[in-house]
């Protein structure tokens, strides 16, 4: 079994995310064409920043969240939406743990290449002149302070399933990080449908097993890469969670194609030979029931789903059973690991 060169990642980090407009990091000087460039870059930061707050309150001061609020927003945000993946900066040689959740991964996708926002509680160029209730909108249903819609990179038709306690406990742990001045640039060629905005109840799940790994798998946003989308980005209906979206590998990862696998319970293309202990074991561990290991973007899951609580993976997984079976075939992966001699493909 190989892994992704990601161990370190994958203990602090785990792809989720919350708006959609960010940068790489600033390149080096390399003469005054650069110099010119990189000026230009930082400024279109600072602008988009700048345009994602106007309008926007100073945030008002509150009283200190209560421990137990606290740790529920920070096991959202690292562990079940795992929020960093997408919103930490990666350098050729994995991610910039300097910049933990300032922004600027950038990844090619459907429509485009996407580039994720600086959440920290930076004013200038994150979130920290946000209100809460902006920030919670921001989130559920994908709309900056602006009034201006995100694009569905951002997984607010997944996220608008949240609670309002479960936001409100989303909010006061962001509120406890660090602020990163870190201008992102905002998406300028993304070609993506955007959805309709959508309305969240703020219902907390219903007392029941499969209710609540409903709730987990949409907080999760396991639809976002395993629900075919067509060239436009919009969900195909009736394939919920049925795989064969394509990912490339990112360079330093290693070389070929990754698909999504189907996660419905169809018995020969999909979960339906797994049995709940496999499942569990390929959430948390990120291995397959062949004891082969699970690559491409779910590696920057492992590090925060295998801190899934036992009765989280429990749920979702009694939840992933009810999921109406769909006959998707995907294609097999390609990916090789960098350095390590070709292997068969895999199952998807």
């Not at 996220?159 to 001045?181: C, G, K, N």
Request: glycine share 12%.
């Amino acid at each position: 079994m190989y892994r992704l060169p990601l161990t370190l990642f994958a203990v602090t980090l785990g792809l989720g995310a919350l708006a959609c407009g960010g940068s790489a990091d600033p390149k080096p000087d390399s003469g005054k064409a650069d110099a010119k460039a990189d000026a230009k870059a930082e400024k279109a930061g600072a602008d988009a920043a700048a345009e994602g707050t106007k309008g926007a309150e100073a945030a008002p001061a509150a009283k200190p969240a209560d421990p137990d609020t606290l740790a529920r927003g920070r096991y959202l945000a690292e562990v079940v939406m795992n929020c960093r993946a997408c919103h930490t900066p990666l350098t050729g040689q994995g991610p910039d743990l300097e910049k933990q959740y300032a922004g600027g991964l950038e990844y090619p996708d459907v429509g485009g290449t996407w580039r994720s926002p600086n959440i920290t509680q930076d004013k200038k160029t994150g979130i920290g002149g946000w209100t809460d209730q902006q920030i919670i909108d921001g989130i559920r249903k994908g709309v900056r302070p602006t009034g201006e819609q995100m694009y569905p990179v951002m997984p607010y038709e997944y996220f608008s399933a949240a609670s309002d306690d479960d936001m409100q406990a989303l909010v006061a742990y962001l509120r406890t990080i660090e602020p990163i001045e870190h201008a992102v640039p905002g998406n300028t060629d993304l070609k993506l449908t955007k959805p309709a905005i959508p309305e969240p109840s703020g219902d907390p799940p219903l007392p029941d097993p499969v209710a609540e790994g409903q709730y987990l798998v949409s907080l999760a946003h396991c639809g976002q890469c395993h629900t075919p989308r067509d060239d436009s980005g919009k969900a195909v209906e009736g394939k919920l969670l049925a795989g064969g979206r394509p990912y490339a590998a990112l360079p330093f990862q290693g070389e070929g194609m990754v698909w999504s696998a189907n996660l419905t319970p169809h018995e020969g293309t999909g979960i339906g030979k797994y049995s709940d202990d496999e499942l569990m074991t390929a959430i948390v561990d990120l291995d397959k029931r062949d004891g082969s290991a699970i690559v491409g973007p779910m590696t920057f899951y492992v590090g925060a789903w295998s801190q899934l609580k036992h009765k989280d993976a429990k749920a979702i997984v009694a939840y992933l059973r009810t999921v109406p079976g769909v006959e998707n075939e995907v294609e097999k992966t390609t990916w090789k690991p960098t350095g390590a001699e070709a292997a068969e493909p895999a199952e998807g």
